[in-house]
């Protein structure tokens, strides 16, 4: 056997995976092992996608809530689509995480801990009551499952830390197509019951430090709710969805609640009101009524501009900022593309999304709403039942600023909560996701085999790795039978290499992504498996690499 080129490809396996086979034979290859070149690229075969759902479950949110469940399939409609097929796991938390206004016998922050109960059964704790009314509708009128018929079937499954140990999880998974919901309940009836938080919570939402505290928990051990639900490659995604700003506060200055009116509206008012939390942490400008801007500011507990973080009566921005770039940086260093994406169904005009519409910043011309919340509407939505109390949402200044330090592309991923359908902003969210799962494309140039034949036959071997257990297992060729890719007869996994950059055979299963073909790449790997591998699992890809690259990639 002659010397060869060849090239090993590290794999990282995000538990689920990609792309199609050939419908060409495949040619069964003997390697000479020890006659290869040590040259070593990842290739990501990564289909994880975690999200975070931060629910306003303040007393204005019944309607919006009722909203979210009635078009929640199509979102989950587009991570199941058969050509995108994502191992999500969705983690549902709310807003409030407490608050000197808020007593906590009365409100039960939830502090970022992950709920993942029935709202019906929530419902009879009045976690649905307002002032002494009553919102069940936001629950009941699509949950039809009570935490006998749910919460308390959920399937144990495993996580990277549990070394194997499975447990029974407080968010929703799908991995390789199996859920941990009992058999005969779908995601999306899941969450219609999962994601109605109710209308108890605190009114002084803190949206950024809800978020926070949960993804913080989920990498420490202690938190029976969280630990676990992030996976180092999969890729994140945060939505809030709420009708008020960010209050989230530095508990050493709680006293701008109570005792403290520098930043209140009126002085005169019996206690502060959300006023507080826009005037705290906004600055607008021009002389008002109608600003030019509003964005987010650190003032001193005296009412003084500009005042270092640590100074700062509310959160610094930069907190979370940082700290969500810290989770982006650490998986850009196992995949350079990467992105972390935030969302918000929140106070902004319909449209606002593409970018040609902007927030108008105004003061209110209701001095009873000025008073409430410092500044106008972001939004309204006519009200049927009550046409002079149109539904209102104030704009998210800190909230916005968060979600564009992460916004990818141009298009903006927020969306009007001002809406009595919420599918299509649900639709470009879950878009916004699937295009960061990118194909397994092979990124150097592999050599063809048999140049007799109109596409590229590779030589590749896939080894299966599993660091806990000190395993290497080869991974089969997948077989064809009736138009799809399967493993082996007693094989749980299997490969399958797409070759076909356009029409180069009659067969759609050999069919590479037109990420990969547009790239200038000449292979693409799909690892099917009939179960989900153990977490940590790594695969490695052997392959014989053109001598010609230039010829035979000319994109590379």
Not at 431 to 446: N, W
Request: charged share 25%; proline share 7%.
């Amino acid at each position: 056997m002659s010397l060869r080129s060849a090239l090993i490809v590290s794999l990282p396996l995000v538990t689920g995976l990609l792309a199609g086979c050939l419908e060409h034979p495949v040619k069964q290859v003997t390697y000479d092992k020890t006659q290869v070149d040590d040259e070593t690229v990842n290739v990501q075969i990564n289909k994880d996608v975690d999200i975070l759902f931060v629910i306003d479950n303040s007393g204005s949110m019944a309607d919006e809530q009722a909203t979210l469940s009635k078009n929640f399939e199509a979102f989950i409609g587009v991570l199941e689509r058969e050509d995108v097929d994502a191992n999500y796991r969705i983690g549902i938390t709310t807003t409030d995480s407490g608050n000197p206004l808020c007593k906590s016998a009365q409100t039960k922050p939830e502090g970022g801990k992950l709920v993942l109960s029935s709202c019906l059964d929530r419902m009879a704790l009045g976690d649905f009551t307002f002032n002494m009314d009553d919102y069940g509708y936001a629950c009941s009128d699509y949950c039809k499952l009570d935490d006998a018929a749910l919460t308390d079937r959920i399937k144990p499954t495993e996580t990277q830390y549990s070394d194997g140990e499975v447990a029974p999880r407080r968010w929703i998974e799908r991995i390789e197509g199996r859920t941990n919901l009992p058999d005969d309940v779908s995601t999306v009836e899941a969450f219609q019951c999962f994601g109605p938080q109710g209308v108890s919570g605190c009114g002084m939402e803190s949206h950024l430090e809800s978020m926070y505290l949960a993804l913080a928990q989920a990498s420490h051990e202690d938190s029976p709710t969280n630990y676990g639900f992030l996976r180092d490659q999969a890729i994140l995604s945060v939505v809030f969805i709420t009708d008020e700003l960010d209050c989230s506060y530095n508990p050493e200055f709680g006293e701008i609640f109570t005792t403290n009116k520098t930043f209140w509206s009126n002085p005169d008012d019996p206690q502060a009101t959300s006023a507080v939390c826009f005037n705290a942490g906004v600055k607008c400008d021009g002389a008002g009524p109608t600003y030019a801007d509003c964005h987010s500011a650190n003032f001193g507990v005296d009412g003084t501009e500009g005042v270092p973080d640590d100074q700062a009566v509310l959160q610094p921005l930069a907190k979370y900022v940082n700290f969500l770039q810290k989770l982006e940086d650490d998986k850009k260093m196992k995949q350079p593309d990467q992105e972390v994406l935030v969302a918000l169904i929140a106070g902004v005009p319909p449209g606002y999304e593409a970018s040609d519409t902007d927030i108008v910043y105004q003061d209110s011309d209701d001095p009873e709403f000025q008073d409430l919340f410092g500044i106008g509407a972001g939004c309204t939505l006519a009200n049927p039942v009550d046409p002079d109390k149109p539904q209102t949402a104030v704009p998210p200044v800190r909230e916005r600023e968060f979600a564009e330090a992460f916004q990818v592309g141009e298009d903006r991923n927020l969306f009007s909560i001002c809406q009595d359908d919420y599918s299509e902003a649900l639709r470009e969210i879950a878009k916004k996701l699937e295009e960061q799962i990118k194909p397994a494309c092979m990124t150097k140039c592999v050599k063809d085999i048999d140049p007799s034949t109109p596409v590229v036959d590779p030589s590749c071997v896939l080894t299966e790795i599993n660091a806990a257990e000190d395993t290497r297992q080869e991974i089969p060729h997948c077989d064809e039978v009736d138009g799809e890719w399967v493993a082996p007869a007693g094989e749980t996994a299997c490969f399958a290499e797409l070759i076909d950059r356009g029409g180069q055979t009659p067969s759609e299963l050999d069919d590479m992504d037109p990420y990969c073909v547009g790239e200038g790449f000449n292979l693409e790997f799909k690892l099917v498996r009939s179960a989900p591998a153990p977490a940590g699992t790594t695969i490695q890809a052997t392959c014989e690499l053109s001598p010609k690259p230039g010829q035979d990639c000319p994109m590379l």
